[in-house]
Structure formats: structure tokens, C-alpha cells
């Protein structure tokens, strides 16, 4: 379907994810449930032509992730890549998995960012959301190999019922660690969160008063700059999704498919292939991509609502995850139809605050798949 009456701008920010393997089985990963139908057949020369061609038509920023991006045996040579192309670069990476020696070697590529995500500043309760006893001390080893080089160090904490207690302790140790950033991410709950939204959801109170250990560090007690996100399913308002459907991101998964957001293929769309297709024609003329492009697509309340041009009517992989209609205003919007449903969804997942979450893990994603 090409699009002749919405101006279309520019991909500014592409994401590639080098690999959907990962040492790591954290319960709130984004990850979709089916990964393990991923075959990582995107090469080396595939990266290189999808970064080429988006730089071509105006990209600038250039994020690594995965999966857990370190396990690509072709990261370094990646990254110089894109460096040599005058991205700015950025690795998302859990920090378990690389070689020895490996951020000296992306910073000698051109490397500008990492971030790191740590989970907690206590073994146990890392191990208890990884599933993997040596993340802890990997992480760290990786902390100080980042500061070392120079790199910037951005910490990105999510966070659950299982280590939303442990906010000010947190913000203490990313300090020792030397961060320049400390995100604090209240999860968003798509892919393994949604799945386990009824054992990792915290409740509104936890969140308050989280939030209000954030604001006193920021005031009080510390120079870093932390960033709280607050978990939309409190909120009256969805967010502005990606900036907008098609308008600044695009992802590219280790198969190659093309995905306006890294949750996209979560969809009932066909996403078109970088193999098969430019990323100019992908971006500009393909069907995924100008599905939800401008408010034509919108239903009331949405189509004719003030607030339309600000959050374009929310997240459709929310919308779609929730009502299993993707044209849906997104749930978390108090003038959704859906959204006492969601209501009832955050009453009945706060029910038994001792549930145990599943693991990110093959062994689980088979399951899922055989069930479907
Ligand atoms: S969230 Fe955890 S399991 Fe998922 S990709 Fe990142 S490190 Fe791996
Ligand atoms: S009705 Fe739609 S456009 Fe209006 S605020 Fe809600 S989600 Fe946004």
C-alpha cells in the first residue's frame, strides 16, 4: 500500500537486534513468548546494507541489542561499520556474554554509549530475576571495564515487585559504579511481563513511594541524573508511542524483519524483510510500515479526540495485547472502552503478591509455542 497523502519523515533511529539469544532469563523481558522460532539469519554483509541505506536517508542514532548483542561474533566489525558511517552508537547489553576485553575492543571500533542493565545491587535478588548465578559478578567486571575505557555508562534498572523495595540502594550503587545516567524503568508489559503481570506488577503504592525515594535523591543526595518511568497501567493517559507509528524508529530483528517498534511483531501484520526489500522502500511504501500512519486508521473515541496529535492513540501492541484489536485505543486511556477491563486486569494481578513468575528461556518459549 503506498501512502501518497502523509508526508513521510525520515527513519532518525534504528535499532538492530543482532540476535534473540541470551545468557539470561529475565521474567520481564520484552522479548515476544515465540523467540525461540528466531534463526538469526541475518549475516554480517545484511547489517552493513541496512545500516548504509538507513544512514542514506537521514538515520543518525544507532542502538545494539538483542537478545543479548555480545553474542554476535561479528559485534566489533558492527560497530566500526557504523561508525564509520557516523552513527552514534549506543549497546544495549545485559553484560553477560562477551569475550574478554571485548568493550576495549567497541571502543576501539567507535562505540559512544553502553547501557548496561543491572537489575539490583544485591546477588540475590539479581540472580532471582536472571536466573543465572554468575550475572552479578559479570556485570560488575563489565561496569568498571566501561569506565575504564571512558565510555559513557548508562544503568538501566527495571523494575518489578521482586526489587522495587530497593530503590535507594540501587541508586547508591549505580553511583559507586560510576554511571552517568540511572534509568529506573517501572516495565512496561509486553512479551514475558505481560505473560507474568499477575507476579511482577507492583502495586500503586510501591510505585509512590519509589517515585518519591527518586525526587528526595534528586534534590538531596545525589549529582547523577536519574530518570523514573512510571508503569502506564496507572495512568489515565497512554504514551506517545514511538513518537508516532513510522515516524522516528525503526528496528530491524535478527531475522531481518523490519518492525516500526521492537514489540511490532507482535501483531497480526506482515512486516516486510530487509533481505527481500530497501529500507527506503520498507520504510516509505510497505503496508506494515503506513498501516497506522496519520489518524485515517483511528476509531472514536481516538478519531475525533483532542488529544489525538500528542499520543496518536496510544501503543497498538498495548491495544492489541489487551483487546486483541489492534485499531483499539489503547486501554490505558480513561476514555477507552477497554479500559475498566484494564482496571480489572492490575486488581486481579496484585491478588497474590507471592506468585511466581516463568523465565525468558527456550525451554518455556517451546512450550508457548506448542500451546498455540
Ligand atoms: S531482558 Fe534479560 S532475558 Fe531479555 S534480552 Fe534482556 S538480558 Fe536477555
Ligand atoms: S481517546 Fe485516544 S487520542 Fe484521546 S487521549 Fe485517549 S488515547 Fe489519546
Redesign the pocket.
Known sequence: MKNDFIKIKPPLWILLELTHKCPLECNYCYNQLDFALTKDVMKKEDWFRVMEEAREMGAVQLGISGGEPLLNKDIVQIIKKANDLKFYTNLITSGVGGEKGIIKKLKNAGLKTVQLGIQSHDKETMTLITNNKSAYDKKLEIAKEIKDEGLQLIINTCITRENIHQIADIIDFAEELGANYLEIANIQYYGWALKNVDSLLPTKEQILQAKKTCDYYREKKTNMKVFFVVPDYFEE??KPCMNGWGTTFLTINPDGNALPCNTANTLPLHFPNVKDFSIKEIWNDSEAFNFFRGDAW?PD??RT????E?????CRCQAYALTKNMKA??PV????PDHDNLQKLVKDSLKDMNKKPLYRNRKNSLIFINKE
Do not use: Q, Y
Not at 305 to 308: A, F, I, L, S, V
Not at 333 to 336: E, P
Open positions: 493517559r497512554p483511528m473515541p481516538c479526540c483532542p488529544e489525538k500528542k499520543d496518536f492513540g496510544g485505543t489503547d486511556c480513561s476514555k477507552s
